[in-house]
Protein backbone atom coordinates (compact mmCIF):
# COMPACT_ATOMS: atom_id res chain seq x y z
CA UNK A 1 0.00 0.00 0.00
CA UNK A 2 2.65 2.34 0.52
CA UNK A 3 3.94 2.39 -2.65
CA UNK A 4 1.01 3.39 -4.04
CA UNK A 5 0.90 6.75 -1.94
CA UNK A 6 3.08 8.03 -4.48
CA UNK A 7 0.69 8.34 -6.88
CA UNK A 8 -1.47 10.28 -4.34
CA UNK A 9 1.28 12.61 -3.24
CA UNK A 10 3.05 12.95 -7.00
CA UNK A 11 -0.74 14.82 -8.12
CA UNK A 12 -2.53 15.48 -5.47
CA UNK A 13 -0.38 16.60 -2.75
CA UNK A 14 -2.10 20.09 -2.16
CA UNK A 15 -5.84 18.18 -1.51
CA UNK A 16 -3.89 15.65 0.42
CA UNK A 17 -2.71 18.67 3.02
CA UNK A 18 -5.73 20.61 2.98
CA UNK A 19 -8.26 17.86 3.67
CA UNK A 20 -7.12 16.83 7.12
CA UNK A 21 -6.13 20.57 7.97
CA UNK A 22 -9.58 22.02 7.64
CA UNK A 23 -11.24 18.83 9.19
CA UNK A 24 -8.72 19.37 11.66
CA UNK A 25 -10.24 23.66 11.77
CA UNK A 26 -13.47 22.13 12.46
CA UNK A 27 -12.56 19.73 14.90
CA UNK A 28 -10.91 22.90 17.21
CA UNK A 29 -14.71 24.83 16.57
CA UNK A 30 -16.51 21.98 17.70
CA UNK A 31 -13.74 21.75 20.59
CA UNK A 32 -15.21 24.85 22.47
CA UNK A 33 -19.22 24.04 21.92
CA UNK A 34 -18.84 22.26 25.45
CA UNK A 35 -17.07 25.13 26.81
CA UNK A 36 -20.23 27.98 25.42
CA UNK A 37 -22.60 25.16 26.36
CA UNK A 38 -20.90 25.38 30.19
CA UNK A 39 -21.04 28.95 29.90
CA UNK A 40 -24.81 28.94 29.28
CA UNK A 41 -25.80 27.24 32.04
CA UNK A 42 -23.30 29.13 34.49
CA UNK A 43 -23.40 32.35 33.96
CA UNK A 44 -26.75 32.87 31.66
CA UNK A 45 -29.38 30.15 32.74
CA UNK A 46 -27.80 30.23 36.66
CA UNK A 47 -28.65 34.30 36.51
CA UNK A 48 -31.21 34.09 34.69
CA UNK A 49 -29.74 36.45 31.78
CA UNK A 50 -31.95 35.96 28.82
CA UNK A 51 -29.84 37.98 26.83
CA UNK A 52 -26.26 35.92 27.70
CA UNK A 53 -28.49 32.89 26.54
CA UNK A 54 -29.16 34.11 22.94
CA UNK A 55 -25.88 35.56 22.66
CA UNK A 56 -23.67 32.33 23.28
CA UNK A 57 -26.39 30.38 21.26
CA UNK A 58 -25.69 32.95 18.18
CA UNK A 59 -22.18 32.04 19.12
CA UNK A 60 -23.21 27.86 19.04
CA UNK A 61 -24.71 28.59 15.79
CA UNK A 62 -22.08 30.35 13.97
CA UNK A 63 -19.68 28.21 15.11
CA UNK A 64 -22.07 25.35 13.49
CA UNK A 65 -22.36 27.08 10.25
CA UNK A 66 -18.34 27.73 10.21
CA UNK A 67 -17.81 24.37 10.80
CA UNK A 68 -20.06 23.14 8.16
CA UNK A 69 -18.57 25.52 5.78
CA UNK A 70 -14.96 24.13 6.72
CA UNK A 71 -16.29 20.66 6.67
CA UNK A 72 -17.67 21.60 3.43
CA UNK A 73 -14.42 22.47 1.61
CA UNK A 74 -12.26 19.41 3.20
CA UNK A 75 -15.09 16.81 1.37
CA UNK A 76 -14.02 18.56 -1.48
CA UNK A 77 -10.47 17.89 -1.46
CA UNK A 78 -11.06 14.54 0.05
CA UNK A 79 -13.13 13.44 -2.80
CA UNK A 80 -10.82 15.21 -5.31
CA UNK A 81 -7.56 13.62 -3.77
CA UNK A 82 -9.29 9.96 -4.19
CA UNK A 83 -11.18 10.03 -6.87
CA UNK A 84 -7.75 11.09 -9.14
CA UNK A 85 -5.57 8.91 -7.33
CA UNK A 86 -8.01 6.06 -8.07
CA UNK A 87 -8.28 7.33 -11.46
CA UNK A 88 -4.18 7.59 -11.43
CA UNK A 89 -3.64 3.81 -9.82
CA UNK A 90 -6.37 2.42 -12.09
CA UNK A 91 -4.17 4.10 -15.27
CA UNK A 92 -1.16 2.64 -14.14
CA UNK A 93 -2.35 -0.89 -13.43
CA UNK A 94 -4.24 -1.13 -17.11
CA UNK A 95 -0.74 0.27 -18.72
CA UNK A 96 1.35 -2.51 -16.90
CA UNK A 97 -1.65 -5.01 -17.27
CA UNK A 98 -0.96 -4.26 -21.45
CA UNK A 99 2.69 -4.03 -20.72
CA UNK A 100 2.53 -7.85 -19.53
CA UNK A 101 3.55 -10.99 -21.62
CA UNK A 102 1.13 -13.35 -22.23
CA UNK A 103 3.11 -15.66 -19.59
CA UNK A 104 2.63 -12.76 -16.87
CA UNK A 105 -1.42 -12.70 -17.91
CA UNK A 106 -1.63 -16.89 -18.03
CA UNK A 107 0.12 -16.73 -14.13
CA UNK A 108 -2.33 -13.75 -13.02
CA UNK A 109 -5.66 -14.75 -14.57
CA UNK A 110 -8.45 -12.90 -16.16
CA UNK A 111 -10.71 -12.90 -13.21
CA UNK A 112 -7.88 -11.69 -10.49
CA UNK A 113 -7.33 -8.74 -12.63
CA UNK A 114 -10.81 -7.52 -13.15
CA UNK A 115 -11.28 -7.84 -9.57
CA UNK A 116 -7.91 -5.96 -9.27
CA UNK A 117 -9.26 -3.47 -11.33
CA UNK A 118 -12.68 -2.86 -9.60
CA UNK A 119 -14.01 -4.25 -6.69
CA UNK A 120 -10.20 -3.74 -4.43
CA UNK A 121 -9.55 -0.10 -6.52
CA UNK A 122 -12.99 0.73 -5.48
CA UNK A 123 -11.98 -0.48 -2.24
CA UNK A 124 -8.79 1.64 -2.12
CA UNK A 125 -10.88 5.03 -3.23
CA UNK A 126 -13.29 5.29 -0.37
CA UNK A 127 -10.30 4.02 1.84
CA UNK A 128 -8.30 7.43 1.22
CA UNK A 129 -11.44 9.90 1.48
CA UNK A 130 -12.01 8.57 4.75
CA UNK A 131 -8.39 8.72 5.98
CA UNK A 132 -8.14 12.10 4.75
CA UNK A 133 -11.49 13.07 6.45
CA UNK A 134 -10.79 11.00 9.79
CA UNK A 135 -7.75 9.62 10.10
CA UNK A 136 -6.51 13.43 11.81
CA UNK A 137 -9.53 14.46 12.85
CA UNK A 138 -10.59 11.64 15.41
CA UNK A 139 -7.44 11.72 16.97
CA UNK A 140 -7.25 15.31 17.03
CA UNK A 141 -10.64 15.22 19.18
CA UNK A 142 -9.91 12.33 21.34
CA UNK A 143 -6.78 14.25 22.56
CA UNK A 144 -8.29 17.38 22.42
CA UNK A 145 -10.81 16.72 24.17
CA UNK A 146 -9.01 15.43 26.68
CA UNK A 147 -7.06 18.34 26.91
CA UNK A 148 -9.56 20.35 27.57
CA UNK A 149 -11.07 18.13 30.25
CA UNK A 150 -7.72 19.16 32.22
CA UNK A 151 -8.33 22.97 32.01
CA UNK A 152 -11.33 22.08 33.77
CA UNK A 153 -10.76 19.76 36.16
CA UNK A 154 -7.82 17.57 36.50
CA UNK A 155 -8.84 14.89 38.95
CA UNK A 156 -12.02 14.36 36.65
CA UNK A 157 -9.39 14.16 33.14
CA UNK A 158 -7.55 11.40 35.04
CA UNK A 159 -11.07 9.30 33.87
CA UNK A 160 -9.86 10.26 30.62
CA UNK A 161 -6.33 9.80 30.53
CA UNK A 162 -7.14 5.79 31.69
CA UNK A 163 -9.91 5.32 29.37
CA UNK A 164 -7.72 6.36 26.28
CA UNK A 165 -5.57 3.83 26.22
CA UNK A 166 -7.55 0.85 26.94
CA UNK A 167 -9.88 2.05 24.18
CA UNK A 168 -6.86 2.74 21.93
CA UNK A 169 -5.76 -1.30 22.58
CA UNK A 170 -8.68 -2.21 22.08
CA UNK A 171 -9.04 -0.59 18.74
CA UNK A 172 -5.75 -1.39 17.23
CA UNK A 173 -6.14 -4.72 18.46
CA UNK A 174 -9.08 -5.52 16.66
CA UNK A 175 -7.70 -4.00 13.43
CA UNK A 176 -4.56 -6.24 14.20
CA UNK A 177 -6.74 -9.08 13.84
CA UNK A 178 -9.10 -8.31 11.22
CA UNK A 179 -6.07 -7.42 8.44
CA UNK A 180 -5.12 -10.53 7.50
CA UNK A 181 -8.66 -11.89 7.35
CA UNK A 182 -10.12 -9.26 5.03
CA UNK A 183 -6.56 -10.19 2.87
CA UNK A 184 -8.10 -14.13 2.42
CA UNK A 185 -11.58 -13.03 1.89
CA UNK A 186 -10.64 -10.66 -1.02
CA UNK A 187 -8.28 -13.94 -2.17
CA UNK A 188 -11.67 -16.36 -1.55
CA UNK A 189 -13.56 -13.55 -3.72
CA UNK A 190 -10.96 -14.15 -6.40
CA UNK A 191 -11.30 -18.03 -6.69
CA UNK A 192 -15.06 -17.29 -6.65
CA UNK A 193 -15.57 -14.69 -9.80
CA UNK A 194 -13.14 -17.37 -11.21
CA UNK A 195 -15.13 -20.15 -10.66
CA UNK A 196 -17.99 -17.29 -11.87
CA UNK A 197 -16.56 -16.36 -15.02
CA UNK A 198 -15.86 -19.82 -16.21
CA UNK A 199 -19.27 -21.24 -15.75
CA UNK A 200 -20.89 -18.17 -17.51
CA UNK A 201 -18.28 -18.61 -20.65
CA UNK A 202 -18.70 -22.09 -20.60
CA UNK A 203 -22.87 -22.24 -19.85
CA UNK A 204 -23.32 -24.20 -22.63
CA UNK A 205 -20.80 -26.90 -22.22
CA UNK A 206 -22.12 -27.09 -19.28
CA UNK A 207 -25.74 -27.84 -20.01
CA UNK A 208 -24.89 -29.87 -22.73
CA UNK A 209 -23.08 -32.57 -20.27
CA UNK A 210 -26.05 -32.19 -18.12
CA UNK A 211 -23.53 -31.04 -15.13
CA UNK A 212 -25.65 -27.92 -14.44
CA UNK A 213 -26.59 -29.46 -10.09
CA UNK A 214 -22.80 -31.02 -10.41
CA UNK A 215 -21.58 -27.00 -10.93
CA UNK A 216 -24.41 -25.19 -8.56
CA UNK A 217 -22.84 -27.60 -5.97
CA UNK A 218 -19.23 -26.39 -6.61
CA UNK A 219 -20.54 -23.17 -6.74
CA UNK A 220 -22.29 -23.01 -3.22
CA UNK A 221 -19.58 -24.82 -1.83
CA UNK A 222 -16.98 -22.27 -2.79
CA UNK A 223 -19.60 -19.36 -2.17
CA UNK A 224 -20.08 -21.05 1.48
CA UNK A 225 -16.13 -21.14 2.68
CA UNK A 226 -15.89 -17.58 1.29
CA UNK A 227 -18.98 -16.27 3.29
CA UNK A 228 -17.17 -18.58 6.44
CA UNK A 229 -14.22 -15.95 6.34
CA UNK A 230 -16.19 -13.34 5.57
CA UNK A 231 -18.84 -13.70 8.70
CA UNK A 232 -15.07 -14.33 10.98
CA UNK A 233 -13.83 -11.03 9.60
CA UNK A 234 -17.12 -9.66 10.14
CA UNK A 235 -17.67 -11.15 13.82
CA UNK A 236 -14.22 -9.68 15.15
CA UNK A 237 -14.52 -5.95 13.69
CA UNK A 238 -18.29 -6.40 15.22
CA UNK A 239 -16.77 -6.41 18.20
CA UNK A 240 -15.39 -2.53 17.60
CA UNK A 241 -18.86 -1.16 18.91
CA UNK A 242 -19.99 -2.42 21.14
CA UNK A 243 -16.52 -2.78 23.53
CA UNK A 244 -15.87 0.77 22.67
CA UNK A 245 -19.65 1.67 24.02
CA UNK A 246 -19.23 -0.31 26.94
CA UNK A 247 -15.78 0.99 28.18
CA UNK A 248 -17.07 5.17 27.03
CA UNK A 249 -20.29 4.50 29.02
CA UNK A 250 -18.21 2.80 32.43
CA UNK A 251 -15.91 6.27 31.52
CA UNK A 252 -19.07 8.44 31.61
CA UNK A 253 -20.94 6.60 34.66
CA UNK A 254 -17.36 7.17 36.58
CA UNK A 255 -17.32 10.82 35.54
CA UNK A 256 -21.06 11.66 36.36
CA UNK A 257 -19.89 9.83 39.83
CA UNK A 258 -16.97 12.00 40.75
CA UNK A 259 -18.80 15.25 38.56
CA UNK A 260 -21.34 15.07 41.50
CA UNK A 261 -19.01 14.36 44.25
CA UNK A 262 -17.39 17.36 43.29
CA UNK A 263 -20.31 19.91 42.58
CA UNK A 264 -20.91 18.80 46.12
CA UNK A 265 -17.99 19.87 47.58
CA UNK A 266 -18.19 23.14 45.20
CA UNK A 267 -15.25 22.40 43.54
CA UNK A 268 -17.07 22.07 40.48
CA UNK A 269 -20.09 23.74 38.46
CA UNK A 270 -22.86 21.87 36.60
CA UNK A 271 -22.01 23.74 33.73
CA UNK A 272 -18.42 22.44 34.07
CA UNK A 273 -19.63 18.79 34.45
CA UNK A 274 -22.13 19.14 31.42
CA UNK A 275 -18.57 20.21 29.40
CA UNK A 276 -16.54 17.27 30.61
CA UNK A 277 -19.86 14.95 29.80
CA UNK A 278 -19.96 16.28 26.57
CA UNK A 279 -16.08 15.81 26.03
CA UNK A 280 -16.44 12.18 26.55
CA UNK A 281 -19.56 12.16 24.01
CA UNK A 282 -17.27 13.44 21.55
CA UNK A 283 -14.61 11.23 22.81
CA UNK A 284 -17.41 8.04 22.34
CA UNK A 285 -18.67 9.69 18.76
CA UNK A 286 -14.65 9.86 17.10
CA UNK A 287 -13.99 6.56 18.61
CA UNK A 288 -16.87 5.18 16.65
CA UNK A 289 -16.06 6.82 13.55
CA UNK A 290 -12.50 5.82 14.27
CA UNK A 291 -13.41 2.43 14.77
CA UNK A 292 -15.33 2.42 11.14
CA UNK A 293 -12.42 4.28 9.36
CA UNK A 294 -10.08 1.05 11.04
CA UNK A 295 -12.07 -1.34 9.64
CA UNK A 296 -12.34 1.14 6.26
CA UNK A 297 -8.61 0.96 6.05
CA UNK A 298 -7.52 -2.61 7.10
CA UNK A 299 -10.12 -3.42 3.91
CA UNK A 300 -8.35 -0.76 1.77
CA UNK A 301 -4.86 -2.14 2.83
CA UNK A 302 -5.45 -5.76 1.95
CA UNK A 303 -6.99 -4.32 -1.54
CA UNK A 304 -3.88 -1.78 -1.94
CA UNK A 305 -1.63 -4.62 -1.42
CA UNK A 306 -3.65 -6.91 -3.86
CA UNK A 307 -3.20 -4.29 -6.73
CA UNK A 308 0.53 -3.44 -6.04
CA UNK A 309 1.16 -7.35 -6.16
CA UNK A 310 0.25 -6.94 -9.61
CA UNK A 311 2.29 -3.55 -10.46
CA UNK A 312 4.89 -5.81 -8.55
CA UNK A 313 4.17 -8.91 -11.17
CA UNK A 314 6.56 -9.13 -13.92
CA UNK A 315 8.63 -6.78 -15.25
CA UNK A 316 6.73 -6.28 -18.41
CA UNK A 317 8.29 -6.89 -21.98
CA UNK A 318 11.83 -4.77 -22.84
CA UNK A 319 11.61 -3.22 -26.14
CA UNK A 320 13.90 -1.56 -28.09
CA UNK A 321 13.93 1.80 -29.84
CA UNK A 322 14.10 0.40 -33.79
CA UNK A 323 11.26 1.16 -35.29
CA UNK A 324 11.94 -0.03 -39.01
CA UNK A 325 13.83 -3.58 -40.31
CA UNK A 326 16.27 -2.96 -42.60
CA UNK A 327 15.40 -1.95 -46.25
CA UNK A 328 15.34 -4.56 -49.00
CA UNK A 329 16.39 -7.21 -46.65
CA UNK A 330 15.13 -10.72 -47.72
CA UNK A 331 13.61 -12.35 -45.17
CA UNK A 332 10.51 -11.13 -43.64
CA UNK A 333 10.96 -13.38 -40.70
CA UNK A 334 13.69 -15.83 -39.45
CA UNK A 335 14.04 -18.05 -36.27
CA UNK A 336 17.15 -18.85 -35.12
CA UNK A 337 17.33 -22.07 -33.04
CA UNK A 338 14.32 -20.66 -31.09
CA UNK A 339 13.37 -22.95 -28.11
CA UNK A 340 9.99 -21.88 -25.54
CA UNK A 341 9.29 -22.95 -22.01
CA UNK A 342 6.15 -21.93 -20.70
CA UNK A 343 6.48 -20.63 -16.76
CA UNK A 344 6.19 -23.30 -14.49
CA UNK A 345 6.20 -25.72 -17.00
CA UNK A 346 8.13 -29.36 -17.02
CA UNK A 347 9.55 -29.36 -20.38
CA UNK A 348 9.90 -26.75 -23.11
CA UNK A 349 6.82 -26.70 -25.83
CA UNK A 350 8.94 -25.65 -28.99
CA UNK A 351 13.00 -26.26 -29.34
CA UNK A 352 15.11 -25.81 -31.85
CA UNK A 353 13.43 -24.22 -34.29
CA UNK A 354 14.89 -22.77 -37.49
CA UNK A 355 13.54 -21.49 -40.59
CA UNK A 356 13.25 -18.02 -42.53
CA UNK A 357 10.46 -16.75 -44.53
CA UNK A 358 11.04 -14.54 -47.42
CA UNK A 359 9.02 -11.61 -48.45
CA UNK A 360 5.66 -12.25 -49.44
CA UNK A 361 6.20 -16.00 -49.48
CA UNK A 362 3.32 -18.01 -47.69
CA UNK A 363 4.41 -20.11 -44.55
CA UNK A 364 2.07 -23.06 -43.75
CA UNK A 365 2.30 -24.51 -40.33
CA UNK A 366 0.67 -27.97 -39.33
CA UNK A 367 1.18 -30.78 -36.69
CA UNK A 368 -1.04 -32.54 -33.92
CA UNK A 369 -2.68 -30.96 -31.21
CA UNK A 370 -0.16 -29.38 -28.70
CA UNK A 371 2.67 -29.71 -30.55
CA UNK A 372 3.25 -25.79 -31.01
CA UNK A 373 2.25 -24.35 -33.60
CA UNK A 374 0.18 -21.20 -31.92
CA UNK A 375 2.98 -21.50 -29.73
CA UNK A 376 5.49 -20.77 -32.80
CA UNK A 377 3.60 -17.85 -34.42
CA UNK A 378 2.80 -16.39 -30.99
CA UNK A 379 6.73 -15.22 -30.67
CA UNK A 380 6.51 -13.10 -34.19
CA UNK A 381 4.63 -10.34 -32.89
CA UNK A 382 5.89 -11.12 -29.08
CA UNK A 383 3.12 -12.09 -27.39
CA UNK A 384 5.87 -14.40 -25.78
CA UNK A 385 9.75 -14.10 -25.84
CA UNK A 386 11.48 -17.27 -26.81
CA UNK A 387 14.01 -19.11 -23.97
CA UNK A 388 16.95 -19.24 -26.01
CA UNK A 389 17.43 -18.96 -29.88
CA UNK A 390 16.13 -15.37 -31.54
CA UNK A 391 13.34 -14.38 -33.58
CA UNK A 392 14.76 -11.61 -36.20
CA UNK A 393 12.20 -9.14 -38.09
CA UNK A 394 13.86 -7.58 -41.12
CA UNK A 395 16.86 -8.44 -40.09
CA UNK A 396 16.68 -7.11 -36.78
CA UNK A 397 16.16 -8.99 -33.56
CA UNK A 398 12.28 -8.34 -32.13
CA UNK A 399 13.55 -7.53 -28.85
CA UNK A 400 14.99 -4.50 -30.15
CA UNK A 401 12.02 -2.90 -31.98
CA UNK A 402 9.56 -0.77 -30.55
CA UNK A 403 6.66 -2.79 -29.48
CA UNK A 404 3.68 -0.91 -31.07
CA UNK A 405 6.41 -0.60 -34.17
CA UNK A 406 6.32 -4.05 -34.14
CA UNK A 407 2.94 -5.30 -34.17
CA UNK A 408 1.52 -2.47 -36.37
CA UNK A 409 3.31 -4.07 -38.68
CA UNK A 410 1.77 -7.53 -38.03
CA UNK A 411 -2.17 -8.88 -38.89
CA UNK A 412 -2.95 -11.13 -35.89
CA UNK A 413 -6.24 -13.43 -36.59
CA UNK A 414 -6.28 -15.42 -33.44
CA UNK A 415 -7.74 -18.65 -32.70
CA UNK A 416 -10.63 -17.87 -30.93
CA UNK A 417 -12.62 -15.12 -33.68
CA UNK A 418 -13.75 -12.01 -30.89
CA UNK A 419 -15.73 -8.95 -31.99
CA UNK A 420 -16.18 -5.80 -30.08
CA UNK A 421 -19.51 -4.33 -29.38
CA UNK A 422 -20.04 -1.45 -31.63
CA UNK A 423 -20.52 -1.31 -35.21
CA UNK A 424 -18.56 -3.46 -37.67
CA UNK A 425 -16.81 -0.07 -39.51
CA UNK A 426 -15.30 0.24 -35.46
CA UNK A 427 -14.19 -3.08 -35.53
CA UNK A 428 -12.11 -2.69 -38.87
CA UNK A 429 -10.28 0.25 -37.88
CA UNK A 430 -8.86 -1.82 -34.70
CA UNK A 431 -5.62 -2.06 -36.91
CA UNK A 432 -5.97 1.20 -38.72
CA UNK A 433 -7.89 3.84 -37.00
CA UNK A 434 -8.28 6.30 -40.38
CA UNK A 435 -8.58 3.41 -42.70
CA UNK A 436 -11.34 4.37 -45.49
CA UNK A 437 -14.58 2.65 -46.48
CA UNK A 438 -12.35 1.67 -49.79
CA UNK A 439 -9.53 -0.37 -47.49
CA UNK A 440 -11.88 -2.04 -45.87
CA UNK A 441 -13.75 -3.00 -48.30
CA UNK A 442 -11.25 -4.26 -49.89
CA UNK A 443 -10.67 -6.27 -46.56
CA UNK A 444 -13.84 -7.78 -47.00
CA UNK A 445 -13.24 -9.14 -50.17
CA UNK A 446 -10.29 -11.07 -49.75
CA UNK A 447 -11.34 -12.26 -46.22
CA UNK A 448 -14.34 -13.47 -48.45
CA UNK A 449 -16.87 -11.48 -45.91
CA UNK A 450 -18.66 -9.12 -48.32
CA UNK A 451 -21.64 -11.07 -48.67
CA UNK A 452 -21.79 -10.73 -45.41
CA UNK A 453 -22.04 -6.55 -45.17
CA UNK A 454 -24.25 -6.39 -48.29
CA UNK A 455 -26.28 -8.48 -46.56
CA UNK A 456 -27.60 -6.04 -43.23
CA UNK A 457 -29.20 -3.50 -44.12
CA UNK A 458 -27.22 -0.61 -42.54
CA UNK A 459 -23.97 -1.63 -44.16
CA UNK A 460 -20.62 -1.24 -42.51
CA UNK A 461 -22.91 0.47 -39.80
CA UNK A 462 -24.36 -2.39 -38.18
CA UNK A 463 -24.21 -3.21 -34.63
CA UNK A 464 -22.07 -5.97 -32.96
CA UNK A 465 -23.23 -7.00 -29.83
CA UNK A 466 -20.05 -8.13 -27.06
CA UNK A 467 -18.31 -11.34 -28.36
CA UNK A 468 -20.00 -10.51 -32.02
CA UNK A 469 -23.04 -12.66 -30.95
CA UNK A 470 -25.26 -11.83 -33.05
CA UNK A 471 -22.62 -13.34 -35.70
CA UNK A 472 -22.42 -16.74 -36.68
CA UNK A 473 -18.91 -18.58 -36.11
CA UNK A 474 -17.95 -18.68 -39.91
CA UNK A 475 -19.28 -14.68 -40.10
CA UNK A 476 -17.06 -13.92 -36.97
CA UNK A 477 -14.08 -15.39 -38.32
CA UNK A 478 -14.22 -14.27 -41.69
CA UNK A 479 -14.46 -10.74 -39.88
CA UNK A 480 -12.15 -11.11 -37.72
CA UNK A 481 -9.67 -11.41 -40.53
CA UNK A 482 -10.89 -8.91 -42.34
CA UNK A 483 -9.72 -6.74 -39.42
CA UNK A 484 -6.52 -7.74 -39.46
CA UNK A 485 -6.26 -7.19 -43.33
CA UNK A 486 -7.10 -3.90 -43.46
CA UNK A 487 -4.08 -1.19 -44.19
CA UNK A 488 -2.24 -4.58 -45.64
CA UNK A 489 -0.18 -5.65 -42.28
CA UNK A 490 3.46 -6.78 -43.74
CA UNK A 491 2.82 -9.92 -41.65
CA UNK A 492 -0.08 -11.56 -41.16
CA UNK A 493 -0.61 -14.61 -38.99
CA UNK A 494 -3.97 -16.52 -39.28
CA UNK A 495 -3.81 -18.81 -36.49
CA UNK A 496 -6.09 -21.76 -37.55
CA UNK A 497 -8.75 -18.82 -38.10
CA UNK A 498 -10.52 -21.06 -41.12
CA UNK A 499 -11.51 -23.77 -39.07
CA UNK A 500 -15.48 -22.69 -39.51
CA UNK A 501 -15.38 -22.34 -43.42
CA UNK A 502 -16.30 -24.55 -45.80
CA UNK A 503 -13.63 -25.71 -48.11
CA UNK A 504 -14.93 -24.01 -50.66
CA UNK A 505 -14.51 -20.32 -48.70
CA UNK A 506 -11.23 -21.66 -47.26
CA UNK A 507 -10.02 -22.22 -51.09
CA UNK A 508 -11.52 -18.69 -52.20
CA UNK A 509 -9.94 -17.16 -49.25
CA UNK A 510 -6.70 -18.57 -49.78
CA UNK A 511 -6.58 -17.78 -53.69
CA UNK A 512 -7.80 -14.04 -52.12
CA UNK A 513 -4.64 -14.15 -50.37
CA UNK A 514 -2.48 -13.76 -53.11
CA UNK A 515 -3.77 -10.36 -54.04
CA UNK A 516 -1.89 -9.18 -51.14
CA UNK A 517 1.61 -8.55 -52.72
CA UNK A 518 4.17 -8.16 -50.21
CA UNK A 519 2.80 -9.57 -47.22
CA UNK A 520 4.30 -12.62 -45.39
CA UNK A 521 1.25 -14.41 -44.81
CA UNK A 522 1.06 -17.72 -41.97
CA UNK A 523 -1.12 -19.85 -41.93
CA UNK A 524 -1.84 -22.53 -39.06
CA UNK A 525 -4.10 -25.07 -39.77
CA UNK A 526 -4.77 -28.94 -39.06
CA UNK A 527 -6.22 -29.25 -42.84
CA UNK A 528 -3.18 -30.19 -45.18
CA UNK A 529 -5.80 -28.46 -48.21
CA UNK A 530 -5.38 -25.04 -46.46
CA UNK A 531 -1.46 -25.40 -46.12
CA UNK A 532 -0.60 -27.61 -49.47
CA UNK A 533 -0.28 -24.83 -51.45
CA UNK A 534 2.32 -22.75 -49.37
CA UNK A 535 5.97 -21.77 -50.33
CA UNK A 536 6.69 -23.40 -47.56
CA UNK A 537 5.25 -25.99 -44.90
CA UNK A 538 6.34 -26.26 -41.47
CA UNK A 539 5.39 -29.75 -39.34
CA UNK A 540 5.81 -29.42 -36.00
CA UNK A 541 5.49 -32.85 -33.69
CA UNK A 542 6.11 -32.41 -30.08
CA UNK A 543 7.69 -28.78 -30.15
CA UNK A 544 9.79 -29.92 -32.83
CA UNK A 545 10.15 -28.83 -36.85
CA UNK A 546 10.43 -32.07 -38.06
CA UNK A 547 10.05 -31.49 -41.61
CA UNK A 548 10.42 -28.15 -43.39
CA UNK A 549 10.27 -28.42 -47.26
CA UNK A 550 6.87 -27.83 -49.61
CA UNK A 551 3.98 -30.21 -49.98
CA UNK A 552 5.40 -32.85 -52.64
CA UNK A 553 8.94 -32.76 -50.92
CA UNK A 554 6.95 -33.29 -47.34
CA UNK A 555 5.23 -36.21 -48.84
CA UNK A 556 8.29 -37.69 -49.70
CA UNK A 557 10.34 -37.21 -46.77
CA UNK A 558 8.05 -36.52 -43.60
CA UNK A 559 6.38 -39.41 -42.18
CA UNK A 560 4.52 -37.09 -39.86
CA UNK A 561 3.33 -34.72 -42.56
CA UNK A 562 2.33 -37.38 -44.64
CA UNK A 563 0.17 -39.34 -42.00
CA UNK A 564 -1.59 -36.24 -41.51
CA UNK A 565 -1.81 -35.85 -45.04
CA UNK A 566 -3.21 -39.93 -45.53
CA UNK A 567 -5.65 -39.51 -42.48
CA UNK A 568 -7.44 -36.71 -44.15
CA UNK A 569 -7.32 -38.00 -47.81
CA UNK A 570 -8.32 -41.63 -48.12
CA UNK A 571 -7.62 -42.01 -51.35
CA UNK A 572 -6.30 -44.96 -53.40
CA UNK A 573 -2.68 -44.92 -53.03
CA UNK A 574 -3.07 -42.48 -50.21
CA UNK A 575 0.00 -39.61 -50.66
CA UNK A 576 -0.47 -40.06 -54.37
CA UNK A 577 -3.60 -38.91 -54.73
Request: charged share 20%.
Amino acid sequence: MKKLLKYLTDGYMKETVLAPLFKCIEAVLELFVPLVVAAVIDSGIGNGDKGYVTGMCAVLVGLGLTGLAFSITAQFFAAKAAAGFSKTVGNALFRHIQSLSYTDLDTLGTSTLITRMTSDLNQVQTGVNMTLRLLLRSPFIVFGAMIMAFTIDIQSALIFAAAIPVLSAVVFGIMLAGMPLYGKVRAGLDKLLGRTRENLSGARVIRAFCIEDSEIGRFRSENDSLTSEQLTAGRISALMNPLTFALINLAVIVLIWVGAVRVDSGILTQGQVVALYNYMSQILVELIKLASLIITITKAAACGKRIQSVLDSGDGMNEGGEEHGFDGYKYSVEFRNVSLKYRNAGDNSLEGISFTAEKGSVIGIIGGTGSGKTSLVNMIPRFYDPTSGDVYIDGINAKDYRLSALRERIGVVPQKAVLFKGTIRENMRWRKADATDEEIYRALDIAQAREIIDKKEHGLDCGVEQGGGNFSGGQRQRLTIARAIVGEPDILILDDSASALDFATDAALRKALASLTGTTVFIVSQRTSSIMHADRIIVLDDGKAVGIGTHEELLESCDVYREIYDSQFRKEGGATA
